[in-house]
């Protein structure tokens, strides 16, 4: 292994090792009340180390989205591979795909639906915002090609299949949010796998002929 390979790899290890850290502190404090000096304790770091890796606390935020967006995008196209599946499973896969998303990591899909609509993006480095909205924009296209691959074939209702991928992303974070907000006020009421049951399944009936 040459000098320059082994200072990469170090670098993308003490990398990970303060998006560990950081994913640590934001579950533990929430974004607001999380510092960069905090995650810093966390990873045994100086503080100025952090700032040679993330330019400031909302990169460092961004940049958890990453590894979820690859993983919906890999989830995504395992449903697309399948061909001659009929509709109604089709769109059970989705869903299935959607909640192992979820479960994946939980706090840092529904910290991502958050970053998507707010200020935080305008804060972000350009080759960030760059790989966070090509991996956003392409899962949306995986899942528009899901429908339009049978949409030839007259097996769903005639809408335009990038709508339709709107319709069931909107869907699946929507009823996420909504059961993670009433999950807050009583931990013990957890039917987010449920909820999403019932939502695609009057989303199949609607859609399918």
């Given at each position: 292994m040459g000098i320059q390979e082994r200072k990469q790899r170090e670098r993308e290890r003490r990398?990970?090792?303060?998006?560990?850290?950081?994913?640590?502190?934001?579950?533990?404090?929430?974004?607001?009340?999380?510092?960069?000096?905090?995650?810093?304790?966390?990873a045994e770091l100086s503080p100025g180390t952090l700032y040679l890796y993330f330019k400031n606390k909302d990169e460092l935020y961004a940049s958890l989205s990453l590894r979820i967006l690859q993983y919906l995008n890999i989830r995504l196209e395992d449903v697309k591979r399948e061909k001659d599946v009929e509709p109604r499973k089709k769109i059970a896969a989705i869903k299935e795909a959607l909640f192992d998303v979820y479960q994946f990591d939980p706090m840092i899909l529904i910290n991502m639906f958050h970053l998507q609509s707010s200020e935080t993006l305008k804060n972000l480095s350009s080759p960030l915002l760059e790989n966070i909205t090509e991996l956003s924009r392409n899962s949306l296209t995986i899942l528009a090609a899901i429908f339009k691959d049978e949409t030839g074939q007259d097996r769903y209702a005639s809408h335009h299949p990038t709508a339709i991928a709107d319709i069931v992303w909107s869907l699946f974070t929507g009823v996420v949010l909504w059961e993670e907000s009433k999950r807050m006020i009583d931990n013990e009421k957890d039917f987010l796998k449920q909820t999403l049951d019932v939502a695609f399944e009057i989303f199949s009936r609607g859609i399918t002929r």
């Open positions: 990398r990970q090792q303060i998006i560990v850290a950081a994913k640590r502190v934001f579950s533990e404090k929430g974004y607001s009340k999380a510092t960069m000096e905090d995650i810093a304790r966390e």
